[in-house]
C-alpha cells in the first residue's frame, strides 16, 4: 500500500501563507493524478486542487481559485500546495491523494486510491 505523507501545516494569522508538501513514501507507484482535499471538523471531506501529474494541468475549487496554487515537482516526486491569502474558513485537515484518472476534472474522493494522513491548517482571526 503506497503511503502519501504531508507536511507543512501550521497556524498562521488570516491574509497569510503557508505551503503544503507531499511525497509517497515509496519512490514510484502509478497514478496520473494528484490532488489535495480538506476537511473541517463536523464537515465531509472536500475537493481543493487536482493536478495531472505528466500534462500539469490544474483544476480548483472556487472557493481557493486565485488563492491557492497546486505544483508537483517530476523529478522530486514532490506535490505541493501554495496556500495565500488565508481565510479562517481555510482552517481544515488538508489531504494529499493519488490515482488513476479516467476523466477530468478529477473531484471526488472515492477515485482516489492513495491518501495522506493529513496536516492539519489552522488560520486564525
Known amino acids: 500500500q503506497v503511503q502519501l505523507v504531508e507536511s507543512g501545516g501550521g497556524v498562521v494569522e488570516a491574509g497569510g501563507s503557508l505551503r503544503l508538501s507531499c511525497t509517497p513514501a515509496r519512490r514510484t507507484f502509478t497514478r496520473n493524478v494528484m490532488g489535495w482535499f480538506r476537511q473541517a471538523p463536523g464537515k465531509e471531506r472536500e475537493f481543493v486542487a487536482v493536478i495531472g501529474w505528466d500534462t500539469g494541468v490544474t483544476n480548483y475549487a472556487d472557493s481557493v481559485k486565485g488563492r491557492f496554487t497546486i505544483e508537483r515537482d517530476n523529478a522530486k516526486n514532490t506535490l505541493y500546495l501554495q496556500m495565500n491569502s488565508l481565510k479562517p474558513e481555510d482552517t481544515a485537515i488538508y489531504y494529499c491523494?493519488?490515482?488513476?484518472?479516467?476523466?477530468?476534472?478529477?473531484?471526488?474522493?472515492?477515485?482516489?486510491?492513495?491518501w495522506g494522513q493529513g496536516t492539519q491548517v489552522t488560520v486564525s482571526s
Open positions: 491523494a493519488g490515482g488513476i484518472a479516467r476523466a477530468w476534472p478529477v473531484k471526488a474522493t472515492n477515485d482516489y486510491a492513495y
